[in-house]
């Protein structure tokens, strides 16, 4: 899949209002504040990011979760993290802000901060443009919804379908996604707002948006850092004429399935859309023992610098690959039994180089753009993929020169 089949339509949610504005946060004449709206009666949840150093509005939308939110509030530009008490009281503010001007409470609001750590948010601004991005509230604004979230983004990320039920009701899922650096999740990752107007409790909702996240968000990275600022929202404006959904059922298989797609769809457009990347990266290890053994190999070989540098050279010095699944810390590791493949190419078989193949067969496949590393461990059944890019120039660059 390549990113541009990410440009598809995004279909409108039942139940759920986008209005954006700019805000000047971080500089003038692009949208940078984003209002989401779910009707009366819908359900929330959301994962949230497991920085000990979490950001203000983190630590707010936590506390207001229980509240039945109705209304999220984001704006790029600007982390409100790291800034102590004045970032809590700041966050607090805009969450009465934005409650006074649609008649809620502030408990029902789910504050979102993205970009500069360690800046005080410009509370004025942002109290200044609320009204402006209430006034367009629509149910069609999902492309600049998109647009007002992204930081170093290079592109909106945006993911959709439409499901039917049994009963013949269709169902629709669509979302947005931020996220280009600082991606190591470790409980979604980046911001990500999905909505439905399927008719889900809150505590199933919650389930399974942990269950998803989980399976897609926390399976990508791009540098192994994890922001202060993450989080993902799974909103349900409960408008499907039909039964709530229910664990067991083949309508919620369906309609779970249909959430999966779309977060892995995100996920997959956040990583190629990666600060500086050149190469998007399929990871898949099979045969280990259990499933944190088969995520800890991944992610090492996803997080080594030199692979990842390697493969921006195109160059298939598959030692580099070796020695992280060598640290990646196997409790004895029977390195006899481990394969490697580079696409279709058998690269390494019982620990060593395997007979017959080429440094040619290597530099053809790391020439690709999508390429696959697959590693046999051996040892058991369990199986996972997890998915990065590679280091570039521009990303040194585009990270050297974020402040400025």
């Known amino acids: 899949m390549t990113q541009d089949e990410f440009a598809r339509e995004a279909h409108p949610v039942a139940g759920i209002r986008l209005g954006t504005a700019e805000a000047g946060i971080k500089r003038q004449g692009r949208k940078d504040l984003l209002i989401i709206e779910a009707c009366e009666g819908a359900t929330c949840a959301a994962v949230f990011t497991q920085n000990a150093f979490c950001a203000a509005p983190v630590q707010?939308?936590?506390?207001?979760?229980?509240?039945?939110?109705?209304?999220?509030?984001?704006?790029?530009?600007?982390?409100?993290?790291?800034?102590?008490?004045?970032?809590?009281?700041?966050?607090?503010?805009?969450?009465?802000?934005?409650?006074?001007?649609?008649?809620?409470?502030?408990?029902?609001?789910?504050?979102?901060?993205?970009?500069?750590?360690?800046?005080?948010?410009?509370?004025?601004?942002?109290?200044?443009?609320?009204?402006?991005?209430?006034?367009?509230?629509?149910?069609?604004?999902?492309?600049?919804?998109?647009?007002?979230?992204?930081?170093?983004?290079?592109?909106?990320?945006?993911?959709?379908?439409?499901?039917?039920?049994?009963?013949?009701?269709?169902?629709?899922?669509?979302?947005?996604?931020?996220?280009?650096?600082?991606?190591?999740?470790?409980?979604?990752?980046?911001?990500?707002?999905?909505?439905?107007?399927?008719?889900?409790?809150?505590?199933?909702?919650?389930?399974?948006?942990?269950?998803?996240?989980?399976?897609?968000?926390?399976?990508?990275?791009?540098?192994?850092?994890?922001?202060?600022?993450?989080?993902?929202?799974?909103?349900?404006?409960?408008?499907?004429?039909?039964?709530?959904?229910?664990?067991?059922?083949?309508?919620?298989?369906?309609?779970?399935a249909a959430v999966l797609s779309v977060c892995s769809d995100l996920a997959e457009a956040i990583v190629r859309d990666g600060e500086g990347a050149t190469k998007f990266i399929r990871i898949l290890v099979e045969e280990a023992v259990d499933p944190s053994e088969a995520r800890l190999v991944a992610k090492t070989i996803a997080h080594s610098p030199l692979v990842k540098t390697a493969f921006f050279a195109s160059d298939p010095n598959w030692g580099r690959i070796l020695a992280a699944i060598g640290r990646a810390g196997c409790q004895d590791l029977i390195i006899d039994r481990v394969s490697v493949w580079l696409d279709d190419i058998l690269i390494v078989e019982n620990g060593g180089r395997a007979l017959g193949y080429t440094e040619l067969q290597g530099a053809t496949v790391m020439k690709r753009k999508d390429i696959t590393i697959k590693v046999k461990l051996g040892r058991g059944c369990v199986s996972t993929s997890v998915l990065t890019c590679d280091f570039s120039y521009d990303y040194v660059r585009i990270n050297a020169e974020y402040r400025t």
Request: with cysteine; proline share 5%.
């Open 60 to 256: 707010v939308a936590r506390k207001h979760l229980v509240s039945n939110p109705r209304w999220l509030l984001i704006n790029s530009g600007n982390a409100n993290a790291g800034t102590g008490p004045q970032g809590l009281l700041d966050a607090y503010a805009t969450c009465e802000d934005l409650a006074k001007s649609v008649g809620a409470i502030p408990s029902q609001v789910l504050p979102f901060s993205t970009g500069v750590i360690g800046e005080y948010l410009p509370v004025e601004k942002i109290r200044d443009a609320i009204p402006r991005a209430v006034s367009k509230l629509n149910e069609s604004s999902w492309e600049s919804a998109a647009q007002a979230i992204m930081t170093t983004d290079t592109r909106p990320k945006i993911a959709s379908k439409i499901v039917v039920l049994s009963s013949g009701a269709p169902v629709t899922v669509t979302g947005i996604a931020k996220g280009a650096g600082m991606i190591q999740p470790n409980m979604a990752t980046m911001l990500a707002f999905v909505a439905t107007d399927a008719k889900l409790d809150q505590s199933i909702l919650q389930e399974l948006l942990v269950d998803v996240a989980d399976r897609t968000f926390n399976c990508i990275t791009i540098d192994g850092d994890t922001s202060t600022n993450d989080a993902c929202v799974l909103l349900a404006s409960c408008q499907v004429d039909s039964q709530s959904l229910k664990p067991g059922t083949q309508d919620y298989e369906l309609f779970s």
